[in-house]
């Protein structure tokens, strides 16, 4: 007596093959579609929001795509396949930061203790840090102001599935 494989377990088997070979591929390309491992990110400043749209573009010509957007506070950022953000912040920002846009973005599961602690750090090496908090109102986000970096700034976040969401 022959045994009948019913079409809907087919299909579902076919569904299960298609969705991991999808996720195997994005792994293997380096476009991990899960929040994690979250390394945290390298920002980069556009100098106007056409910019970052065109630095954004020139981006995806080398294959580092778009992930997607998470605008806030002013804010236009761009977050790459990569991790590398592009963004474009508005005077206001820029000069709570002491002018640096560039940064270094680290993620720590209590980022005001840990920008307490980098900047404690900093200093024991020698160099300025200065603690910023509330740049962007709501946000979880802390910054260190150093003379380490050159025009930059180092920022402090949750973990990328701990974030509020923006919109």
């Not at 590398?84 to 640096?100: D, F, M, Q, R």
């Amino acid at each position: 007596m022959a045994m009948r494989v019913p079409k809907w377990a087919i299909a579902l088997n076919l569904v299960v093959v298609v969705v991991l070979a999808g996720f195997a591929w994005s792994l293997a390309t380096l476009r991990n579609p899960l929040p994690w491992p979250d390394h945290g990110s390298r920002i980069f400043p556009a100098s106007s929001p056409q910019a970052k749209a065109a630095l954004v573009e020139l981006l995806g010509q080398y294959g580092i795509a778009e992930r997607f957007t998470a605008d806030s506070g002013g804010i236009a950022r761009s977050v790459m396949m990569d991790g590398t953000i592009i963004n474009h912040s508005p005077p206001a920002v820029l000069e709570k930061l002491g002018g640096g846009g560039a940064g270094l973005r680290l993620v720590a599961d209590d980022p005001d203790a840990a920008a307490e602690a980098a900047a404690a750090f900093l200093r024991s090496h020698g160099f300025s840090a200065e603690i910023v908090r509330d740049v962007e109102p709501g946000l979880p986000v802390v910054f260190v102001l150093t003379d380490a970096l050159d025009g930059g700034v180092i920022n402090f976040r949750l973990p990328a599935w701990q974030m509020p969401r923006s919109g």
